[in-house]
């Protein structure tokens, strides 16, 4: 019988995790996961970096059950939360609850670099 393990302690260097592009995600709009499902077998968190090329995005979206928040770390870009435009620059951050269609594209010269942190780490169901 297959057991579920709970979360488990992780310190890492960030230079050891691959940097993915998932689903949704195009022209160069990679993230690493740093903390969650698949780097701590935590469900109740979702910790990624994301580094996007300029022009790369992610497409328009929304969660039933999660919670969002992005900071921004380096180099602009436009968020847009339903149907409003947000330009975004270092150290400006957003918490978008669930319902909000949201996207954010990289629309400087530079990479958009930004912390994402998501609760619970699936959008499937609430973790009680």
Same mark, same amino acid.
């Given at each position: /019988? @297959?057991?579920?393990? =709970?979360?488990?302690?992780?310190? &890492?260097?960030?230079? #050891? ?6 689903? =949704? #995600?195009?022209? *160069? ?6 903390? *969650?499902?698949? !780097? !701590? *077998? ?12 300029? /022009? ?8 039933? +059950? ?5 900071? +921004?770390? &380096?180099?602009?870009? +436009? ?9 975004? #620059?270092?150290?400006?951050? +957003?918490? $978008?609850?669930? =319902?909000?269609? #949201?996207?954010? !594209? @990289?629309? *400087? !010269?530079? =990479?958009?670099?930004?912390? $994402? ?7 499937? &169901? &609430? $973790?009680?």
């Amino acid at each position: /019988m @297959n057991q579920k393990q =709970g979360p488990r302690l992780l310190l &890492e260097k960030m230079a #050891h995790l691959p940097w993915k592009e998932y689903p =949704g #995600h195009f022209g *160069g709009a990679l993230s690493k996961e740093l903390a *969650g499902p698949d !780097t !701590t *077998g935590s469900s109740r968190v979702d910790f990624r970096i994301s580094r996007y090329a300029p /022009m790369a995005s992610v497409q328009e979206h929304v969660h039933k +059950v999660q919670e969002q928040i992005y900071y +921004v770390l &380096e180099g602009e870009g +436009v968020l847009t939360l339903d149907d409003q435009r947000h330009l975004m #620059h270092p150290h400006d951050y +957003v918490f $978008v609850p669930p =319902g909000v269609r #949201h996207s954010f !594209t @990289n629309t *400087g !010269t530079a =990479g958009l670099v930004f912390l $994402v942190i998501t609760t619970p780490a699936s959008d499937e &169901e &609430e $973790v009680l």
